[in-house]
């Protein structure tokens, strides 16, 4: 069995918790895209794990992690990870943590020109993490990008960075930043590298053997549906493919052994960073928002930006649900609602007076479409924690039911706080056959 976990709206939608829930049922988790721009919060007990570049199934002593072909991966920031995760009990082996040899690196060269990429563009600006995901996935298209295996041969490794920084250094100096030093560069990558060395795998190999031993394998998704490169609010997403599709490619597991997608949603929106936000509660809603963002603690796990707020978008989220074909959803945070009188939820959208009711392509019809909502009467009452269906306040079941009606597709579970067992399992849902 090979499930994926997707993001279905423009990320934080508690990913982390959920592929936690489940890693113990499955002997293999991944990621496919994205690199240390991920930020997925797991709490066991009275331990808080941050997870960016691990996959959140490396809490589980006995899941074997591994680290894809379609991620960039910052060998700084997977040591430091790495050692923080040692020091908080977790034993990280090359035995359970693999990373693919096809894999791109970020340096501190692509961190710096996601900085100058950003200036550059001023008000337009895309709001990225600066951790220079966008420019080593501009070398990896443009066919200069250093791949682990590569770091792993010195002279190639070396080769490659005085070239590539000697353009970067022209676009450092136009914005008037100190140029970067190659041997700096190449003596702080190569002792990474070796250190990388042991980890290092030829995963599509590795997934081959596991799907002839029958191993159950989880990819985990970061960022989201609406920050794809491809099916996003483009420009203002990230420049991987977090959708279904990119589960494939990202891994290397063929598209047809993939034997499901979930789908996680959070019973309302944010979005960090900048963007087209359809739903997003604006001044005359700044109340709410300060609200949601508080009882959600709804600030970046990396960059501790405060995430903007908004009521839940059906429209996106039905499109995210046709884009990755959902089987089942996960709905989380509806705890945070608890204390609201009235929610809103936006069946469609209006655009220049006309009605659409399917996501458009051109974010300038996004800043400029006006939502139109139906209000469903709040619950007012606590269901933190509640493990029970049948014991949530019927106004709740009621915005639940909306919600999967309006996407299309079955909620499966239902998490009612940030904790393992704040969580409801649907009867005879899609999902709890996976939690098998
Ligand atoms: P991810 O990037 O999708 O993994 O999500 P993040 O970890 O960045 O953000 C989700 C936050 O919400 C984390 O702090 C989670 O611990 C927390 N969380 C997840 N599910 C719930 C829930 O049902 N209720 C509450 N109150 N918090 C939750
Ligand atoms: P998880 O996995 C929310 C956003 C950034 C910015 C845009 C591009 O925790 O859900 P990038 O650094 O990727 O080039 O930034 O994407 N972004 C995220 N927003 N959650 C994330 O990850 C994100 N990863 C990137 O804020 O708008
Ligand atoms: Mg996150």
Redesign the pocket.
């Known amino acids: 069995m090979i499930i994926v976990i997707i ?1 279905a709206q423009w ?7 959920v592929v936690d829930l489940l890693a113990d049922r499955f002997d293999i988790v991944s990621r496919y895209q994205g690199g240390h721009n ?6 066991v007990g009275d331990k808080a794990f941050v997870l960016r570049l691990l996959p959140s199934g490396i809490i589980h002593e006995g899941t074997t992690c591994v680290l894809g072909n379609g991620m960039v991966i910052d060998p700084r920031a997977f040591f430091e990870e790495v050692d923080q995760m040692t020091s908080q009990g977790i034993s990280i082996t090359p035995d359970r943590l693999k990373v693919s040899s096809r894999a791109h690196l970020i340096t501190p060269y692509h961190q710096a020109l996601d900085h100058t990429s950003e200036e550059r563009l001023g008000n337009e600006k895309i709001g990225t993490t600066l951790r220079g995901i966008g420019p080593a996935y501009e070398d990896k298209a443009g066919r200069r990008g250093i791949r682990v295996a590569d770091a792993l041969v010195p002279e190639v490794l070396k080769a490659r960075i005085e070239r590539n920084l000697a353009e970067a250094n022209k676009v450092i100096a136009v914005f008037g930043r100190e140029p970067l030093r190659s041997d700096e560069i190449f003596e702080q990558m190569s002792a990474l590298a070796e250190r990388l060395r042991p980890f290092v795998c030829e995963t599509s190999k590795f997934y081959a053997d596991a799907k002839a031993d029958n191993k159950k394998i989880l990819l985990e998704g970061a960022q989201a549906t609406l920050l794809d490169v491809d099916h996003g609010t483009y420009p203002f997403v990230t420049s991987s493919n977090p959708t279904a599709g990119g589960a494939s490619v990202g891994s290397g597991i063929p598209p047809h052994h993939i034997s499901g997608v979930l789908g ?1 949603v959070r019973t309302y929106a944010t979005r960090v960073g900048e963007g087209p936000f359809p739903t997003e509660m604006l001044e005359e809603e700044e109340d709410i928002a300060n609200l949601i963002r508080e ?3 709804e600030f970046g ?1 990396v960059t501790k930006r405060p995430r903007r707020c908004g009521w839940f978008d059906a429209v996106a989220t039905r499109y995210a649900a046709d884009l990755n074909g959902f089987d089942s959803i996960a709905l ?5 609602l608890d204390t609201m009188a009235e929610l809103k939820v936006c069946v469609g959208y209006k655009i220049d007076g006309e009605r659409v009711d399917t996501f458009p392509a051109v974010s300038q019809d996004l800043r400029q479409i006006e939502p139109i909502y139906e209000s469903l009467e709040g619950w007012q009452s606590d269901t933190v924690g509640c493990t029970d269906i049948e014991k949530m306040p019927t106004n709740a079941r009621k915005y639940i039911d909306f919600l999967s009606e309006s996407i299309g597709v079955e909620i499966g579970l239902v ?4 904790e393992r067992d ?1 969580t409801i399992i649907l009867k005879d849902s899609v999902m709890e056959g996976w939690f098998q």
């Open positions: 993001g990320g934080d939608e508690g990913k982390g918790k991920a930020g997925h919060s797991v709490y996680i009882r959600g603690n796990s989380t945070k509806i705890d945070v998490s009612t706080g940030p704040q």
